[in-house]
């Protein structure tokens, strides 16, 4: 009995802005041996045609079926519901892009679609953690790239440590213009934050924004950041294992990071290479999707007039 790898066979990337995308997801589409059948958004239309023009061209040369890459020439909305109601043709469907696009894809879908939702992210400085590293950690996770879906939203505070601790980060996190959003408990350490809001625990915000809660337990963290995350990628700074252990198995996210910036969920990061994407699904894959996760596997049997009885 063999266990083997198989391509999933058409798959329907759907995306937005980036062209880098069309050739991204034909290349690794490619090399898992499925065909894919592309759909930019209307902001890089040019681009992704002259990407797609020159992947089938070079493709067709050595021996590429002429339709293993295509790419929608309409940027079109209704196109997207054709795309994802055509049973038997189509396999699976990947949407990138904001939460509306991947609602509206996942309601109309017919055909299986892997989710790439978005990401609110949350650091934990737990009552243990060392400070000095944690403000490191939140000044990464909020400001190296704050536009993309593993930077930090929330930073969920021990209130042990919320004394020393928050005037620190609030200090460097202010030299990079970042705007603090705290709960009471949190502008009774620093006044001049803005008052939170209960949509704030909620909010993607891909800008330099954060919202910032103290909380009394690593419980109570792994609670709001259940209630409240995206279950994509999410953090704790501490120097206790048993604090370690509880968060990690009890975050219901598809990366969980001890004592490091929420900003490594990626597939080159990992070791993957280029990606399709991030899945915040559980079924079939989850996290930074490479080559592995667009495949899908069968079993093979040999046998010698084996019969069941």
């Not at 996942?106 to 299986?112: F, G, L, N, S, V």
């Not at 505070?157 to 005037?167: D, I, K, W």
Request: glycine share 8%; aromatic share 4%; proline share 4%.
């Amino acid at each position: 009995i063999n266990k083997v790898r198989v391509p999933i066979g058409v798959i329907c990337i759907i995306y937005e802005s980036r062209p880098n995308v069309t050739a991204d997801a034909a290349a690794l589409c490619f090399k898992t041996s499925n065909a894919v059948i592309l759909r930019g958004g209307s902001e890089a239309i040019h681009s992704n045609r002259a990407i797609a023009g020159a992947l089938q061209a070079g493709g067709e040369k050595k021996g590429l079926p002429a339709n293993a890459i295509q790419l929608v020439p309409t940027t079109d909305r209704e196109a997207v519901r054709e795309l994802v109601q055509l049973e038997g043709l189509v396999d699976l469907a990947i949407p990138r892009g904001g939460e509306s696009l991947i609602r509206a894809v996942t309601e109309q879908a017919r055909i299986p679609v892997i989710k790439h939702y978005k990401g609110v992210c949350h650091t934990y400085v737990d009552e243990t953690g060392d400070l000095e590293k944690a403000v490191a950690i939140c000044e990464n996770a909020k400001c190296q790239r704050p536009g993309v879906c593993n930077a930090m939203e929330t930073l969920l505070v021990h209130e042990a440590v919320a004394s020393a601790f928050l005037p620190m980060v609030a200090a460097e996190l202010r030299k990079q213009r970042v705007e603090l959003r705290g709960c009471e408990k949190s502008r009774a350490v620093v006044p001049d934050m803005t008052p939170a809001t209960e949509d704030d625990w909620y909010a993607e915000y891909l800008d330099m924004i954060l919202a910032v809660k103290i909380v009394g337990s690593v419980e109570e963290a792994i609670d709001h950041i259940n209630k409240y995350g995206s279950h994509h990628s999410d953090a704790i700074v501490t120097a206790n294992d048993k604090a370690a252990k509880s968060f990690t198995q009890e975050v219901d996210s598809a990366t969980v990071y001890v004592n490091a910036s929420t900003r490594f969920t990626d597939g080159g990061e990992f070791g993957m290479g280029a990606e399709i994407g991030i899945s915040t699904d559980k079924l079939h894959a989850r996290g930074p999707m490479g080559l592995e996760e667009l495949t899908t596997y069968k079993y093979i049997i040999k046998g010698d007039g084996q019969i069941r009885k």
